[in-house]
């Protein structure tokens, strides 16, 4: 079955970590994406990468990071500079990046709580 | 930039009522549109989309929506809902030329009583 894997679904960390959350993509789309959710505010866009080695900060980038070493990962670090980490995080992806007009196929969902 | 307005947060309906969940947009040039749907412990799926033509578009599961340009609305609609209809909804917009990311709305939490 093509998709997204997010991993872990359920994380707990402790102030002033770093965390790294998981996103593969068997579905071989170029664009992947990294959404942030949290009750009331919808989802907001927090970096995206149109192809292998690239990436761009999306809305709410600061406090996190991330790598796009190759076509079918695009993990999230969410580092300790991050004020408010505890949120429920999306990763997507599309088939193309550039001139996208395509859908997003989300994953489950990767749930951080900070204590 | 686009931004996207959602005006319910929350909406409780009874079965076979009639859904129209309102979205404004923010953005002057041509735009995609958007709705997708999450449901309770599953993951964000896409529910319809308007690209052109027909301002009209139907989706999944009986649902549809109208684009109309001049109000810069694209409302969701469904005629009589079902218990299962629960979940969240969320209208989103990207510009219609060049690349863009989407950006969506803070979302509507229907809950439909059996």
């Known amino acids: 079955d093509g998709g997204i894997t997010q991993s872990p679904k359920y994380l707990f960390r402790k102030e002033g970590q770093n965390v790294t959350l998981s996103c593969e993509q068997n579905l071989n789309h170029d664009a992947m994406y990294w959404y942030r959710q949290d009750p009331g505010q919808g989802l907001r866009l927090i970096y995206y990468?149109?192809?292998?080695?690239?990436?761009q900060k999306g809305d709410i980038a600061e406090g996190y990071s991330v790598s796009r070493e190759k076509k079918e990962s695009f993990p999230l670090t969410v580092t300790s500079a991050q004020k408010n980490p505890t949120a429920f995080y999306l990763c997507?992806?599309?088939?193309?990046?550039?001139?996208?007009?395509?859908?997003?196929?989300f994953g489950e969902g990767s749930r951080l709580t900070v204590l | 930039a686009q931004s996207v307005s959602q005006h319910n947060h929350h909406v409780i309906l009874s079965e076979a009522a009639s859904l129209e969940l309102g979205c404004n947009y923010s953005?002057?040039?041509?735009?995609?549109l958007f709705w997708y749907v999450q449901y309770p412990g599953q993951h964000l799926q896409l529910l319809l989309k308007y690209f052109s033509g027909d301002p009209l578009v139907k989706g999944i599961k009986g649902f549809e929506a109208e684009f109309i340009k001049s109000k810069f609305s694209f409302n969701l609609r469904k005629p009589s809902v079902q218990w299962s209809d629960t979940a969240e909804y969320f209208c989103?917009?990207?510009?219609?030329?060049?690349?863009?990311?989407?950006?969506f709305g803070k979302g509507t939490m229907l809950l439909v009583s059996p």
């Open positions: 989103a917009v990207n510009a219609g030329s060049g690349y863009s990311t989407l950006t």
């Open positions: 990468s149109q192809i292998v080695n690239d990436f």
């Open positions: 997507a992806s599309s088939i193309r990046g550039g001139g996208h007009t395509g859908e997003l196929f």
């Open positions: 953005y002057g040039g041509t735009v995609n």
